[in-house]
């Protein structure tokens, strides 16, 4: 079994889970860490990733500029990455100064079903020998045909490495185990997976990617990330130590979750019904805090709306939406 590498996404999904108040000082102290630790990769920045702090999706309390220069300045071995929305992150604005600010890898995310939105991004990057990783969010919200016909335009477009979101924490092991399959027998690419915990699979949904091939696991120290957040890093560490798919050892990433667990206590993510419910309803798990207000705000009962949410088919950056869908339920 190939070594999977160890793709850190706290300080960036995690993000979410503070509401994007993240610190620099907090960043340089977590990445000094992680650079100990054998993480090959920690991602910083706004939840939504590079040029996203808004009214709209939250207002990042330091700039990206000031986050990445914390997390280079304090990390020595271990890679520093970008996660980039097309939209939200412009080439001109967000990538070039990232460049400048000595990002070694970017990510640009798309819903599973528009790849082609990357294109200008991911070709702007790979003709510059850069290290670019495509994104395909939400990515149970296609069938597996449709997932490496996406997969493959990435591919095409310059990306090394396809990483599979499953942003809703939708997916049980089998669908993990078809997907991952499907792209590595098809691509000649590598195959990540990024898995939240909303149905309590994150971490066996991980391991199951890495039995499949996957070679880029993400994981959160803490589980810290958006809605019932993601699989808990120190804990794919340690299956993965039991199993022997990982020959890392456990006590740094047990440091760098204790540092979470001890500075933001009250933030820490945990399966409720309300996340179950998103989960089952294949919506993503960021909405968490808009669904709850909205459901308050109205006198809703929490999974009514989950549930129209889902058969509306929201992605990341329609927050905006929810309030009025919970209006429309109220007119109903």
Not at 46 to 72: I, Q, R, W
Request: some cysteine; aromatic content about 6%.
């Amino acid at each position: 079994m190939t070594q999977a590498k160890l793709y850190d996404v706290t300080l960036r999904d995690g993000n979410h889970a503070l509401r994007h108040t993240l610190s620099s000082n907090f960043v340089s102290e977590y990445c000094k860490k992680a650079d100990e630790s054998g993480v090959w990769a920690v991602e910083v920045g706004h939840g939504n990733g590079l040029g996203a702090s808004s009214y709209l999706v939250g207002k990042s309390a330091e700039s990206d500029k000031t986050l990445l220069k914390a997390a280079k300045d304090s990390l020595q071995k271990t890679k520093l990455a970008v996660h980039v929305i097309p939209g939200f992150a412009t080439i001109k604005r967000d990538l070039i100064p990232a460049i400048d600010h000595g990002v070694d890898i970017f990510r640009i995310a798309t819903h599973v079903s528009e790849a082609d939105v990357s294109q200008k991004h991911i070709e702007f990057l790979a003709n510059r020998g850069l290290t670019v990783h495509g994104v395909l969010m939400m990515s149970h919200m296609i069938d597996v045909q449709g997932l490496v016909r996406e997969a493959s335009l990435m591919k095409n477009y310059g990306a090394s490495t396809v990483i599979l979101m499953d942003s809703a924490g939708y997916f049980i092991p089998s669908d993990v185990a078809e997907r991952v399959t499907a792209i590595r027998d098809s691509l000649d690419l590598e195959v990540g997976f990024h898995a939240h915990n909303n149905l309590g699979l994150g971490v066996g949904n991980a391991l199951t990617a890495i039995h499949q091939g996957a070679s880029v696991i993400d994981g959160a120290s803490m589980g810290l990330g958006a809605g019932a957040g993601n699989a808990q890093l120190e804990s794919i560490v340690a299956a993965g130590i039991r199993e022997s798919s990982i020959n890392l050892g456990v006590s740094n990433f047990l440091g760098l979750s204790t540092l979470v667990e001890n500075t933001y206590q009250d933030k820490l993510p945990r399966t409720t019904s309300s996340s179950t419910q998103s989960g089952l309803a294949g919506v993503f798990s960021g909405y968490a805090p808009q669904v709850y207000a909205a459901a308050e705000e109205f006198g809703l009962d929490s999974k009514i709306l989950w549930s129209e949410v889902a058969s509306r088919k929201l992605v990341a950056g329609q927050e905006s939406m929810i309030r009025e869908i919970a209006q429309d339920l109220m007119n109903l």
